[in-house]
């Protein structure tokens, strides 16, 4: 029997009189089931025609919302943290030996990467790189809307994610960091499961890992879709082994290229503390409100519509599925995680927000849609806004300081910053003089802490005899305490203090921060 074409507006039903099934439309005033009319909410356009449109868009929206990034040198230590530890890996360094940091690897090899390629003087390429990633984040959730609800859905949620995706303090959205880097794996990790690819499904999942240890947690729902979607039996016995295939491959082979106890030191077993936040509760906790509140409002196009229609006695079957929960879930244990409530860590929630905001918005009306996207113009707006105008005090603090430095040393000589800004040492083009580029690994300050279980005896097992064999083996010219007052600051970390008092005296006080200049013995 051939198939009607649908006229312009109208719904198709399906109709079987047992052998045989015809799709005709629906008639005029009748109402098909949700699930069936969202089903058939498929666009005539082709897709190449449909993605020749949309890409082109997302692209230029991800410019937009990430423009201000450009304004600035970086944005915060995490970006000075990777560009420094570039600058170290490309000076024969070895990363989770010489190079440390609780991250896993492929952040630092992109940098690597980057600076190979256009030099290490600037980060403008990790920022355009940033502008793809997450209008390849955008671009993956549209894939996934119209797969489910159709051509209007896919635009909806490759906008909203966009718009959304800077709904935080600009230093938690604007910089080239891991969150951004790690949001387009989580998603591709859904797509890939959403469409039983699950070997790379499993690869995507790695791929998140390998940028941020949190972003695992996107395994959760690749696992219910596998446990959901495959039968029981052989079937599902073979999709569960190349899931595990393709997520166990890419770890198992960075860890025998970085060595497996380094690498699972500094990466899983050797952040205890970091992960405790006894004596510091209701310093975390507040930052954990405030930044929620700051994401609910970025997002707010987003989970307007998804708290109204959770208020309504609407059927939600076959639309908020069970999966997009497990990964909303998922992501937010992911954000806990630490307890340390840090805003970039709120970017994770932003994929499966996204999706679940739209699948709301397919429940309500025209009127609610125009709603969102006004709103969420209104929203990025603002906060864009604040990161064209936000100010930048630690900025200057930490060229002023770099100035200092230069004027005081050789490009050759090495140097040691006592602070929680790395990115001294990239502003200064000056060697570290330690494999610990932060306060914070020595002393457990790197959390956020606010003074309790901050100390020498709380930072990273083994490395106060490591920093103290490589300041007396080989002394910088300068120790810059950049504590300025912080809990880490070295009167309250004796072997440091011992070490200035015998080897150094103090030269110059620099924007609060104190220099300490060598002392060398007679010939």
């Not at 591709?188 to 972003?215: H, M, N, Y």
């Not at 039996?233 to 595990?244: C, E, H, K, V, W």
């Not at 080897?503 to 620099?510: F, G, K, W």
Request: proline share 7%; charged share 15%.
């Amino acid at each position: 029997m051939p198939i009607a074409k649908p006229p312009q507006g109208r719904t198709m039903l399906s109709v079987s009189d047992g052998r045989r099934t015809a799709t005709i439309p629906a008639p005029r005033g009748s109402r098909a089931p949700r699930r069936e009319r969202l089903r058939t909410a498929v666009a005539t356009r082709p897709s190449l025609r449909y993605w020749a449109g949309l890409l082109p868009v997302l692209l230029v929206v991800s410019a937009a919302v990430r423009l201000p990034s450009f304004s600035r040198p970086l944005w915060n230590p995490d970006e000075g943290f990777l560009a420094t530890q570039a600058r170290m890996l490309a000076d024969g360094g070895t990363l989770y030996d010489n190079v440390v940091d609780r991250k896993p690897p492929l952040m630092p090899w992109l940098y690597q990467g980057a600076f190979a390629v256009f030099g290490d003087a600037s980060l403008w390429p990790l920022k355009v790189l940033a502008v793809l990633s997450v209008a390849a984040t955008a671009a993956i959730l549209a894939s996934l809307a119209r797969r489910r609800w159709g051509d209007r859905a896919g635009v909806t949620a490759g906008v909203l994610c966009l718009l959304a995706s800077v709904g935080l303090n600009p230093e938690d959205t604007q910089a080239a960091s891991f969150e951004v880097f790690m949001l387009p794996m989580t998603a591709a990790a859904v797509w890939c499961a959403d469409r039983r690819r699950w070997a790379a499904a499993g690869l995507a999942v790695a791929g998140a890992v390998l940028v941020k240890q949190t972003g695992g947690a996107v395994l959760l729902p690749v696992l219910y879709l596998l446990w959901r979607s495959v039968p029981r039996g052989p079937d599902r016995r073979q999709a569960a082994l190349r899931t595990a295939a393709g997520f166990a491959a890419p770890l198992l082979a960075v860890a025998a290229l970085t060595g497996f106890a380094r690498c699972l030191f500094w990466t899983v077993t050797g952040s205890g503390s970091y992960a405790s936040f006894t004596g510091s509760e209701l310093h975390v906790l507040g930052r954990g409100l405030v930044n929620t509140a700051l994401f609910t409002a970025g997002a707010a196009g987003l989970t307007v519509p998804l708290i109204a229609v959770l208020r309504r006695r609407t059927d939600r079957r076959g639309v908020l599925t069970a999966e997009l929960w497990v990964w909303l879930v998922a992501s937010a244990l992911a954000v806990v995680t630490g307890f340390h409530f840090f805003g970039h860590y709120y970017l994770q929630l932003l994929p499966p927000l996204v999706m679940l905001g739209t699948g709301a918005l397919q429940l309500l009306s025209a009127d609610w849609l125009r709603g969102a996207v006004i709103g969420s113009l209104v929203s990025c707006t603002l906060f864009t806004g604040w990161a064209a105008t936000a100010g930048t005090a630690e900025l200057d603090h930490s060229q002023k300081l770099a100035a200092a430095v230069q004027a005081r040393t050789e490009p050759d000589e090495e140097v040691l910053f006592w602070g929680m800004h790395p990115e001294h040492y990239w502003f200064a083009d000056r060697k570290p003089a330690s494999r610990y580029l932060t306060a914070g690994l020595l002393t457990n300050f790197s959390g956020g802490r606010n003074g309790l279980n901050v100390g020498e005896r709380y930072g990273v097992e083994g490395s106060w005899p490591t920093l103290m064999a490589e300041l007396t083996t080989n002394p910088p010219r300068l120790i810059i305490d950049d504590s300025r007052g912080a809990p880490y600051r070295p009167s309250r970390m004796p072997r440091l203090t011992a070490l200035l008092k015998a080897r150094y005296e103090r030269a110059a006080v620099v924007d609060g921060a104190v220099i300490y200049q060598r002392v060398d013995p007679p010939r």
